[in-house]
């Protein structure tokens, strides 16, 4: 199934999501492995419940100060040819041959800025869905100025979404003032035009810990005046109790990265951590021992005979890149999985 981008197409899926009270999920990818993830997710959701293909926005950031997603794509540290290497992957899963043929892919380019993205968005043009041209550092005045430009110059190429406040970091030490105000909100979509908007309810980026709260009371308050127009940024601030209610509240996009992130790299430990003896020798594992990183348990019969097929040392299945590459995209595909279920995308049909 090609690339879903056409602006009448797009809306369309927005038009059903509202529609039908279902939360389009955002997830947002840094890396191939995140990216194949996704589409896994997305058409094992759909096998599971004989749909035949489920939507699903797949977006990056590109040179976003806080966290330049499409630069760590490859290597090179490089937003061009990490959006290539995006595009080729999802080219890849969605040709005939591929068993993820039939996921509906609606790409996202998240967070992108004035005179740091300048040279990405014309790339994205006739590719992608939706833009969120962020602009949101700046004054309200400046930043509807701003974001109604964009809207005017891409007009009927590509959605675009913009953001009333700025969601703050959760390493942020400043203060940060109050929620979005509904009526401003409503004037910010009414003077930039925008498709969709971000306002600021309460949740942070890259929350860790349980001090953001999202406020349900002020999304209704916004929706009252705007209908379902919200996309929730900062969702690892959400509870999993707060993920059925947001179509109601009037979110219809909800972005997610975080959460993979701490979720695969803690699978991988604990994996690394239970087959130590199957990636170490005796000698290393001393030595570790030795430095106060180990305790005795590796040394342990039981361990080694339960473990380690009996002995200490490298072997060909633990080492590999692949284990932990299964190990990683199990524990975050799991995870994608209960999102489709909490936003209800058991009631998509085509």
């Not at 191939?32 to 939507?55: N, W, Y």
């Not at 130590?276 to 021992?289: I, K």
């Not at 380690?308 to 040392?313: A, I």
Request: hydrophobic letters at 40%.
């Amino acid at each position: 199934m090609p690339l879903i981008c056409d602006p009448i197409q797009v809306k369309e899926i927005y038009d059903q999501a509202v529609e039908q009270g279902i939360c389009l999920a955002n997830f947002c990818t840094a890396n191939t492995l995140t990216t194949e993830a996704i589409f896994r997710a997305a058409h094992s959701f759909a096998q599971a419940h004989g749909l035949p293909g489920v939507p699903v926005v797949i977006a990056a950031t590109a040179n976003y100060p806080i966290e330049p997603q499409l630069q760590h794509y490859t290597g090179t540290a490089n937003a061009k040819l990490g959006l290539r290497a995006l595009l080729a992957d999802v080219e890849n899963y969605l040709s005939e041959d591929s068993p993820y043929a039939g996921v509906r892919v609606l790409l996202h380019l998240d967070h992108a800025r004035p005179g740091l993205d300048d040279d990405i968005i014309p790339q994205v043009i006739g590719k992608y869905a939706t833009i969120m041209y962020d602009c949101s550092m700046l004054p309200i005045d400046e930043n509807i100025r701003q974001v109604a430009g964009f809207v005017e110059r891409y007009r009927g190429r590509v959605w675009v979404e913009g953001a009333v406040e700025e969601v703050v970091q959760a390493a942020d030490s400043a203060p940060r003032g109050g929620l979005t105000d509904p009526a401003l909100a409503e004037r910010f979509l009414r003077e930039t035009g925008a498709f969709l908007i971000v306002p600021y309810l309460g949740t942070e980026h890259r929350s860790t810990a349980a001090v953001a709260h999202y406020n349900g009371a002020v999304a209704r308050a916004i929706r009252d005046r705007i209908g379902s127009r919200m996309v929730l940024h900062g969702s690892s601030s959400l509870h999993d109790e707060d993920l059925p209610r947001l179509a109601g509240d009037g979110i219809v996009k909800v972005n997610i990265w975080s959460i993979f992130e701490r979720l695969g790299g803690q699978a991988v430990a604990r994996d690394v951590l239970e087959n130590l003896g199957n990636l170490f020798t005796s000698e290393q594992l001393r030595a570790l021992q030795e430095a106060g990183t180990l305790g005795p348990r590796v040394f342990e019969e039981a361990y080694q005979r339960e473990q380690c097929q009996g002995s200490l040392g490298p072997k060909g299945w633990a080492v590999g890149d692949r284990r932990r590459r299964d190990v990683w995209q199990e524990a975050v595909v799991a995870r994608m999985l209960f999102y489709f279920e909490q936003f209800s995308y058991k009631r998509w049909s085509l």
